[in-house]
């Protein structure tokens, strides 16, 4: 016996089976961007002042080119998944729905790939 109306059967509407999936990837970009921020954040506390070769040298060494690309991809796949849900959440027309998720979805790629561009030019130019 089915819980779902006839038309939902006709339709298949129903679990998309992604949501446990969805959940965990969010609590898990969650929890490493808890130590990365708060790295990254002692770090540029610890060089105010700092001229921009010093910060330079500082990101380009593999330790810390490492860790910012972590925290780089982490921020933006995490935001992603955020604005996901707000958006399948709270937008309720299909096609706009539809273009705001390939927006943000390119917006994030987009981002992430300028970000990891960045450190990577840093690091091998450094």
Do not use: N
């Amino acid at each position: 016996m089915s819980l779902r109306s006839p038309l939902a059967r006709v339709r298949h509407l129903g679990s998309a089976k992604d949501g446990t999936a969805h959940w965990w990837s969010q609590r898990l970009t969650a929890l490493a961007l808890i130590p990365l921020t708060l790295w990254f954040a002692a770090s540029l506390a610890a060089m105010a002042g700092a001229d921009f070769y010093t910060v330079r040298a500082w990101v380009a060494s593999p330790v810390v080119a490492s860790l910012l690309l972590l925290l780089i991809v982490a921020t933006f796949y995490h935001a992603y998944l955020g604005l996901q849900v707000v958006i399948e959440d709270y937008v309720h027309g299909e096609a706009m729905k539809l273009a705001l998720l390939l927006v943000v979805a390119a917006a994030s790629i987009l981002l992430c790939l300028a970000g990891t561009l960045s450190v990577l030019l840093i690091l091998f130019k450094g």
